[in-house]
């Protein structure tokens, strides 16, 4: 099985400022790669996902941006951040058509 | 586009009561996917149906995949409080990079 890393586990940044956040894989090669949103008390929205390195693809319009420099590295980017943005953001692994995922262990993210 | 429909939202028991939680799609499924939430924490997987009609058992945790393959069910027998959390259903459709639509949740309190 995989390990999701996923830091930093919570911050609080001023609307307006940038955001990353990163995420690396351990125990498997060329994983996909998938970057959640979980408002509170709510499911998961997929946000991006990566099928290899410098392949994202984005699944609702945005303010954040993804990033896949490496095969087990995956990040999370905001220019300037809003309100809206703040929430639980969670990384996770699968491989191929398994479905299975596996997720780090989250971002908590307040924006003031 | 693809939905999925989770319900009840919450759902609150006595210790030693069974708990049912269900999973509907909008679509037929390739296959769906539970996970288990605890609170401040990130989803676990727990298990995957894959075929029509099937039934997997995890001790006190039973999960129906639907012979239409658009809803499924997962029931706990004999609740614990270790059963606490938020269980999703995520069903996965026929497209690449085996993205997964996730229901909004069921929450689990059980009262000892």
């Known amino acids: 099985s995989q390990t999701i890393h996923q830091w930093p586990a919570t911050l609080v940044q001023p609307v307006g400022s940038p955001l990353s956040l990163e995420c690396t894989v351990e125990?498997?090669?060329?994983?996909?790669l998938y970057w959640y949103r979980q408002a509170a008390g709510r499911g998961l929205q997929l946000l991006f996902y990566s099928v290899g390195i410098g392949q994202i693809s984005s699944e609702v319009p945005q303010n954040l941006s993804a990033s896949r420099p490496q095969d087990r590295q995956f990040i999370l980017s905001s220019k300037k951040l809003l309100l809206s943005d703040s929430g639980f953001y969670l990384c996770a692994g699968g491989q191929g058509w398994t479905g299975e995922l596996f997720f780090g262990e989250g971002s908590r993210l307040t924006v003031l | 586009g693809q939905q999925v429909m989770q319900i009840p939202q919450y759902q609150h028991v006595q210790e030693g009561e069974d708990f049912t939680t269900y999973c509907n799609s909008s679509?037929?499924?390739?296959?769906i996917q539970w996970y288990k939430q605890r609170p401040g924490g990130h989803p676990v997987f727990l298990i995957q149906l894959v075929k029509s009609g099937e039934v997997k058992k995890q001790k006190r945790l039973t999960f129906q995949f639907g012979e239409a393959k658009k809803n499924s069910s997962l029931h706990i027998t004999a609740t614990q409080t270790t059963d606490v959390g938020t269980y999703f259903c995520a069903g996965g459709g026929n497209t690449n990079a085996g993205k997964s639509t996730f229901g909004d949740g069921t929450t689990l309190t059980v009262k000892p």
């Open positions: 679509t037929t499924l390739s296959n």
């Open positions: 125990g498997t090669s060329n994983p996909n």
